[in-house]
């Protein structure tokens, strides 16, 4: 696999509040296209396909490394390396949120809770509307 794009190293506190310091790295296009398209909406409740979004977070990870005591890096690029790496589904969810924000340059949650908040009031204009106009049954 090539080398990590743009590498950094984001320090990431896990749900025993030790801090691990993980190595991020921009995706290739193609790559990054398909997590970004496909990550958040696999992840929804009832609607999701966890399959499919545990496929796109293994890729994810896959970008993702951890600095070795020589200053090299090694990916997170297996089941065994995630599991030995991060400890918990904290640590795990922060570090998919931070990766995915990483790739776009903007705070994902703030954007999906906009999104979310935007969705529900246009949800709850249009049952107004359509109940008002509706003739009672």
Not at 3 to 21: A, N
């Amino acid at each position: 696999m090539a080398d990590l794009i743009e590498p950094k190293d984001v320090d990431i506190i896990t749900q025993s509040g030790e801090k691990k310091t993980f190595v991020f790295s921009k995706i290739p296009y193609w790559a990054c296209r398909e997590i970004v398209a496909q990550y958040p909406l696999s992840a929804m409740p009832k609607i999701g396909d966890y399959s499919l979004n545990e496929a796109m977070a293994k890729k994810l990870f896959s970008f993702v490394g951890i600095r070795l005591p020589t200053g090299d890096i090694v990916r997170l690029n297996t089941d065994a390396m995630v599991h030995n790496h991060v400890p918990d589904i904290l640590t795990g969810g922060r570090v998919e949120l931070g990766m995915i924000e990483y790739q776009v340059g903007f705070s994902v949650t703030e954007r999906l809770s906009t999104f979310l908040s935007d969705s529900v009031r246009n949800l709850t204009t249009s049952i107004s509307k359509t109940s008002t106009q509706s003739p009672d049954v």
